[in-house]
């Protein structure tokens, strides 16, 4: 755990230097854009009592991903050692029968009322939904990856087209990522040569 962790926050420092090269000072608001993501995520798990909901898994997963993405950035901003972001982890990391959207709500009122990334909540939202650490390393590694990739194709001048082939493309990194070798050394470049291929296919 502590190798794969070191991996992330590692990714996580190159994408934060990618969208600004002194980003810790620009003093982003992560806990908002976890609370945000939250939301989203209440979204696709359910929550409408008067129509019938599924939980969508997969977006599910992506979401908490998001907020993983975030919880790094100010568990680097606040100068976690990896040990102890794995200690914390590991002691969370146990199949317990919890009702999801209380865990959501207690973690995102958590963020609002400490502005800060509460490890072991988050921890129990992947016991939730039944999320291990290693799909968690892989999902993120995935979203790692599209973020790049968006980077370098317009995300932030406004060019880039997030719709492929009436698909938005989170849904097609779930496919090339399933459809890949995770145990690969080249995965993550694996994950970025499928992107551009279904990209200038799609998005000419």
Request: hydrophobic share 40%; glycine share 4%; net charge negative.
């Amino acid at each position: 755990m502590q190798t794969q962790l070191q991996i992330m926050l590692d990714l996580q420092e190159s994408m934060n230097l990618r969208v600004h090269d002194n980003w810790r000072a620009q003093h982003y608001e992560w806990y908002r854009a976890i609370w945000v993501e939250s939301a989203e995520l209440m979204d696709h798990y359910g929550w409408k009592w008067w129509k019938k909901q599924i939980p969508d898994d997969e977006q599910i997963k992506l979401e908490l991903v998001d907020i993983w993405h975030f919880g790094l950035s100010m568990l680097l901003m606040n100068h976690h050692s990896v040990d102890a972001i794995a200690d914390e982890l590991s002691s969370c990391l146990k199949n317990e029968h919890v009702d999801f959207r209380v865990a959501l709500e207690e973690f995102a009122s958590n963020t609002l009322s400490t502005k800060n990334f509460a490890i072991k909540k988050f921890a129990t939202l992947l016991n939730a939904i039944n999320m291990s650490f290693e799909e968690l390393y892989i999902a993120y590694i995935g979203k790692n990856v599209l973020n790049f990739f968006r980077q370098d194709h317009g995300y932030k001048d406004g060019s880039y087209q997030k719709l492929w082939g009436g698909m938005e493309d989170n849904e097609h990194l779930v496919q090339i990522v399933n459809s890949l070798d995770t145990s690969n050394p080249n995965f993550k470049d694996n994950v970025y040569t499928c992107l551009s291929q279904r990209y200038s296919e799609l998005c000419p």
